[in-house]
Every structure is written in C-alpha cells, then in structure tokens.
C-alpha cells in the first residue's frame, strides 16, 4: 500500500479529497455521536473552574494586567479545555483503532500519510472550535466577556486545536494501551495546559521558569488566546503565532513519518 501511495499511481489524482472529507466526516462524526460528553461537559467543566477560582480566590486577588481576576483566567480556562479536548479526539481515535484491532480500516484504504493526518487534524479542529463557541457563548451571557479581537482570538482557538491535534496523533501512535495514553495526558499535556499561564500572569515567575515558559508552546496559545478575548497580553502575539504555526508543521512533519512508516501501527 505505501509504494501504491509513493508511486503516485492512485487513479483519483494527486489528492485523494473523497477519502480525506471521508476521514474528516468520520473523525467529526465521532465526537458529535456523543456531544454530552464531548462538547457540554467540557463545557460544565469550564465553567466549574471559574466558579471555584472566582469563589476562593477572585475578591483576594485583585486586578491582573488591568483587568480583574475572573476576567484574566476565563480565556485561559477556555484555551486549556480546546487544547485538551483536541488532543483527546486525535489520541483516543487512534489508540481505540489500535486496541480494537481495526485500525487496518484507516489504513487500507487509498490515503497518503499527510491524507491521513488532515483527516485527523479536521476532526480535532472541528471539536476545538465548537468547544470554544460553546464556551465563549456561556462567557458572554454570564460574565459579559466578547472577543476583543474575534479574528485573533479564533485564529489561536484553530491553532491550539491544529498543535494539540497533531500532538494527540504521535501519542496515539506511540501508545500500545489506555494506561500509556493516560500517562502522557497526566504527564504531559495537564503540566503544560496548567503552567502556561491559565490562571497566572507570567510576569510573576522568577528568572528561570519565566525563561522555561517562553520556550512553551503553549503558553503562546494562552497568551494569545486572552489577547484575542480580552485584549491584554504577556508577549508579542505575532510572534506567538509563529512560534505556534511553525511548532504545529513540526509536530505535524512527525505525525506524518509515523504514519508513512507505520510505526506502531502495522503488525
């Protein structure tokens, strides 16, 4: 099947766009089947997190880059639950595909290595969105929160759902069972979702984490994020786009070499 691929012999052309809208449609499909979970509960849990943060430390904290506490951590809140929820699409397909044993499905049929990680990648993208409409719906009917910058701030929403999507596809390839994938979520992706300035300005840091965090990803979709919301921000935003776009072709770039070799995927 990867030489058919790499010979470039498939009778449908050089883009394969049935099969890869087929992928897309089935990836988006999955988590819409079970929206409760998948789309409101994130939602319950955004919101869980706001009242709690706003109850026990909100009236003590004080204003934070001038604006008050419950409005800063509120697009942290909303870009933390896209990422996790982009990952979590990408990484349970695939992990779920594997322990089931059919996983052959996604990869017999006629679909390039990078066919297969847009596929992927729409469906991630598509529940990152709709968790942040839905979320962003909720944070204007009870805080009175809009977007600043609706552009921006949807810009950062697609990226963060695009690098974790990517992020999610190696972590489904590389782990063999639940347990492994949980493990890399508990120790990898909750540790960068919550330090990297969710619920606190990095300008509070001392000189070694404040170094650590600028070479984080995520704490660029964060920042970026909450300028897009509200308008305030901890670095440059342009160069956070950047650093996110390219760190999203990076990951992607791998994504796409595991799925060409197979690693992990082929018995």
């Given at each position: 099947?990867?030489?058919?691929?790499?010979?470039?012999s498939r009778r449908f052309g050089r883009v394969n766009w049935l099969g890869l809208a087929t992928l897309a449609k089935r990836e988006t499909q999955r988590f819409l089947a079970v929206w409760t979970q998948t789309?409101?509960?994130?939602?319950?849990?955004?919101?869980?997190?706001?009242?709690?943060?706003?109850i026990a430390i909100g009236e003590r904290r004080g204003d934070v880059m001038g604006v008050d506490f419950t409005t800063f951590i509120a697009p942290g809140i909303l870009m933390m639950t896209v990422i996790q929820n982009s990952f979590a699409n990408t990484s349970s397909s695939i992990v779920i595909s594997k322990v089931q044993g059919n996983i052959v499905d996604t990869l017999m049929p006629p679909l390039s290595p990078a066919e297969l990680v847009l596929g992927y990648l729409a469906g991630a993208i598509a529940r990152g969105v709709l968790v942040a409409l839905a979320i962003a719906v909720g944070l204007a009917l009870f805080l009175g929160i809009v977007p600043a910058h609706p552009l921006i701030w949807l810009g950062f929403v697609t990226l963060g759902a695009a690098f974790l999507g990517a992020l999610g596809m190696v972590a489904g390839i590389f782990a063999q069972k639940f347990d492994q994938m949980a493990a890399i979520t508990n120790f990898i992706v909750t540790p960068l979702a919550f330090l990297s300035g969710t619920f606190y300005s990095v300008e509070a840091l001392p000189g070694a984490l404040y170094t650590i965090s600028h070479v984080n990803p995520?704490?660029?979709?964060?920042?970026?994020?909450?300028?897009?919301?509200?308008?305030?921000?901890?670095?440059?935003?342009?160069?956070?786009?950047?650093?996110?776009?390219a760190s999203t072709l990076a990951v992607s770039l791998l994504a796409w070499a595991l799925f060409r070799k197979g690693y992990r995927l082929k018995a």
């Open positions: 099947m990867q030489e058919f691929h790499e010979m470039g789309l409101m509960a994130p939602l319950a849990t955004a919101g869980l997190f706001l009242v709690i943060f706003s995520v704490f660029y979709l964060m920042d970026g994020g909450r300028y897009g919301m509200i308008g305030v921000s901890d670095s440059s935003v342009s160069l956070g786009a950047a650093i996110v776009l």
